[in-house]
C-alpha cells in the first residue's frame, strides 16, 4: 500500500471522532431547538463539517500564530456560530424584528461554535487515547440527560427530539468505541511490530458491520423493551428454582423432589374425586352479583396474602442457609503432605560450545533462543534471571521495571510451551522468537535512561 493510501487510512479515527463530536452536539443543539419550540436544523453531517473546521484550523494556524492563536481561535468560533445560526430561514427571516427573535428562532445554531471548539483537542495527530477515553466516559452520561430532560417538554417537539436523540447516541457510541478501539491497536501495534493499518479489508469491513449495526440498532430498539420484559418475565422463575435447588445437596434436593411429587398426585386425585363444583343459587331477593366482596375486602385479602407471600419466602431463605451451614465439608486428608516447586534450575542445558573467535552459533527454535538469552543476560547483575525466578517471573520482574516489553514475556511462554508443555511449536513462531532474541539482547543489557 503506498504512503497516500496508508495516511488516508490512518486518518479513520479522526473521522470517527469528527463524527462522534457532532453526534452530541447536535443532541445539544437539538435540545435547544425543542425548548424554542422549534425544529432542528444543522444535523450530524453539517456539525461534523464544523468540528473538521476546527481540526484543520488549529493544525495550519496554530503554530504560525503562535501567541497570537487564541484571540484568532476566539474570532473562528463566533463567526463559526454566526453562521450556524444564520443557517436556518426563521433566524435570516427574523432579523427585520430585531436580533432578539432572530436569536430565539434558532438557538442550536451556535452549537457550530462549539463544534469549532470541541475540533481544537484533535489538532495533534496521532490522537491521544485519553482524550477519546475522556469523550466517550463523559458523552454517554451526558446523552442520557439530555435524553431526559428533553423528555418534559410536551409534543410533537418531544418525539422529533427523542428519536434524534436516539440515533445521534447509536452514532455516538459506536463511533467513540470504534475510533478508541483504533488508537488502543495503534499504540499496542507500535510494540507488537503490526500496524492494522496496512490491512484496508479489515478496516472496511469492520467500518461495514458497524454501518450495518448502526442501521439495524435503530428499528430493533423500538421492540427490545418488550423482548427484555417478556424473556425476564418467563425466565425469572425457571431461574429462581435452578439456583435454589443447584445451592442444596443431593438429600434436601431428594426431599424436595419427593415432596412435589407427591402434591402433583394429591392434586390429581382430588381433579378426579372430588367432581365438578357447582356453583350455588343465590337466595332469593337477592340479586346476582349482590355476594361478591367489597373492594375493602379484596384489599385485606391481597394485603393479608402478600404478607403471607412475603413470610414464605423468608421461611425459604432461612431454610436454605440452614441447609448450606449443615453441609459437611469434605473430610480432610490425614496424610501429612509437603510439597515443593521445582524451579527446573537443573533442566537448563549447559551452554553449547563456542567456536572459534569466541562466537557461539544462533539457536534454531524458540526454545534454545530463550536459553541463549538467558546466557547472555549473565553478564548483567540487573537484568539477568535469578536462580530462584521462573522465566515467567524473570519476564514480570523486567517488565515492571521498564527494562523489557511484551517480547521478553512471549519468549518465556514459547520456552514453557517447548520445553514444559511439550508442544511443538511452528516454524513461523520460531523466527519470532529468534528474532525477538536478536532484539532482546541488544536492548537489556544497556542501562535505564535514568541510571545514565
Same mark, same amino acid.
Given at each position: ?123 495533534? *495527530?496521532?490522537?491521544?487515547?485519553? /482524550? $477519546?477515553? !475522556?469523550? &466517550? =466516559? %463523559? ?5 442520557? @440527560?439530555?435524553? #431526559? ?95 435454589? *435447588?443447584?445451592?442444596?445437596?443431593? /438429600? $434436601?434436593? !431428594?426431599? &424436595? =423432589? %419427593? ?5 402433583? @398426585?394429591?392434586? #390429581? ?184
Amino acid at each position: 500500500m503506498t504512503r497516500a493510501a496508508s495516511t488516508i487510512v490512518g486518518l479513520v479515527p479522526v473521522a470517527l471522532v469528527v463524527v462522534a463530536e457532532a453526534a452530541w452536539i447536535s443532541v445539544v443543539g437539538g435540545l435547544l431547538q425543542e425548548f424554542a419550540f422549534r425544529e432542528p436544523v444543522l444535523e450530524i453531517p453539517a456539525i461534523a463539517a464544523f468540528v473538521a473546521l476546527g481540526i484543520v484550523s488549529a493544525r495550519l494556524l496554530g503554530r504560525r500564530l503562535d501567541r497570537r492563536w487564541p484571540a484568532i481561535a476566539l474570532v473562528i468560533i463566533f463567526a463559526a456560530g454566526i453562521v450556524g445560526w444564520l443557517a436556518s430561514p426563521a433566524a435570516r427571516t427574523a432579523l427585520g424584528d430585531g436580533v432578539g427573535p432572530a436569536i430565539a428562532a434558532h438557538p442550536g445554531g451556535w452549537m457550530a461554535g462549539l463544534a469549532v471548539l470541541r475540533g481544537f483537542a484533535y489538532a495533534r *495527530l496521532p490522537l491521544v487515547e485519553g /482524550t $477519546v477515553a !475522556r469523550l &466517550l =466516559g %463523559l458523552g454517554v452520561p451526558g446523552l442520557a @440527560i439530555g435524553a #431526559i430532560v428533553g423528555g418534559a417538554i410536551g409534543e410533537p417537539y418531544r418525539g422529533q427530539f427523542l428519536a434524534g436523540a436516539l440515533s445521534a447516541s447509536i452514532v455516538f457510541i459506536v463511533a467513540a468505541t470504534l475510533a478508541l478501539a483504533l488508537i488502543r491497536l495503534t499504540a499496542i501495534g507500535s510494540d507488537g511490530g503490526f500496524d492494522w493499518r496496512r490491512n484496508p479489508a479489515w478496516l472496511g469491513l469492520t467500518v461495514g458491520l458497524i454501518v450495518v449495526a448502526i442501521v439495524a440498532a435503530v428499528p430493533l430498539s423500538v421492540v427490545a423493551g418488550t423482548a427484555i420484559e417478556a424473556v425476564f418475565a418467563i425466565a425469572l422463575v425457571p431461574m429462581l428454582i435452578i439456583g435454589l *435447588l443447584t445451592g442444596l445437596d443431593r /438429600t $434436601v434436593r !431428594r426431599v &424436595l =423432589g %419427593l415432596l412435589l411429587a407427591a402434591g402433583v @398426585i394429591v392434586f #390429581i386425585v382430588v381433579r378426579i374425586f372430588a367432581g365438578n363444583p357447582t356453583s350455588p343459587n343465590p337466595p332469593p331477593g337477592v340479586a346476582a352479583g349482590q355476594g361478591r366482596p367489597s373492594v375493602a375486602d379484596q384489599l385485606m385479602a391481597v394485603s393479608l396474602g402478600g404478607l403471607l407471600l412475603i413470610a414464605a419466602i423468608i421461611a425459604i431463605l432461612v431454610l436454605v442457609a440452614v441447609w448450606m451451614q449443615r453441609t459437611q465439608p469434605p473430610a480432610a486428608d490425614l496424610v501429612n503432605e509437603s510439597r515443593t516447586i521445582d524451579r527446573g534450575e537443573g533442566e537448563v542445558p549447559a551452554p553449547r560450545r563456542r567456536r572459534r573467535f569466541g562466537r557461539r552459533p544462533e539457536p534454531a527454535d524458540a526454545a534454545a533462543a530463550y536459553v541463549a538469552l538467558v546466557h547472555d543476560l549473565d553478564g548483567s547483575p540487573d537484568v539477568r534471571r535469578a536462580a530462584a525466578e521462573t522465566p515467567a517471573e524473570h519476564a514480570a520482574r523486567l517488565r515492571a521495571d521498564g527494562r523489557a516489553a511484551l517480547s521478553l514475556d512471549l519468549l518465556a511462554a514459547d520456552y514453557a510451551l517447548a520445553r514444559y508443555g511439550g508442544i511443538g511449536l511452528p516454524a513461523r513462531e520460531d523466527r519470532r522468537a529468534i528474532l525477538r532474541w536478536r532484539m532482546l539482547r541488544r536492548r537489556l543489557p544497556k542501562p535505564k535512561p535514568d541510571e545514565v
